[in-house]
């Protein structure tokens, strides 16, 4: 695979919604992007998530939701956002959409993180920054993981301990 194509596609990874850094730097690593290169262009394309979600759901969404089958979509998507926001994301404020982006697990990335600002009324700005914050350390946390993990497999490799 060529250097673009493992670009582009970490570039994907690291933008769609569900695999963000948890999918676009582990697939870099793996393709030999060094960690040192794939974690700021992925925490760097992760981060454009929060304007690029603000203007959707500042713009585009108010005229799709008066569209029945996407209002009853988004509503339902509303719901998981506000269940997985807990009371202390709510109290927290913007230092709490930080701290949830900021655990690298399934539905906590930049997407949600966004959605749960706009929810709670939280200002453009802080937003982006809260959320820039969160993908900055799960970036780090993600890429340690990847790192550490391929280190320890070549360990056992070298040494033959099987797994």
Known sequence: ??????????????????????????????????WYLAYPFSVFINILVAPACWI???????????????????????????????????????????????????????WTGTLGAWILGISKRRTIIAVSLGVIVAGAIVSAVVTLGIEALNLFIKTGVNL
């Open 1 to 34: 695979m060529s250097i673009i194509s493992v670009l582009l596609l970490t570039a994907l990874l690291s933008f769609a919604p569900i695999s963000e850094l948890r999918g676009g730097i582990p697939f870099a690593i793996v393709n030999n992007i060094p």
């Open 56 to 110: 959707f759901l500042a713009t585009i969404h108010k005229l799709l939701y008066k569209v029945h089958v996407y209002k009853i979509f988004f509503d339902r998507i509303i719901e998981r956002a506000r269940k997985k926001l807990s009371s202390g994301v709510e109290k927290w404020g913007w230092i709490g959409i930080a701290l949830f982006v900021a655990i690298p697990l399934p539905l906590t990335g930049a």
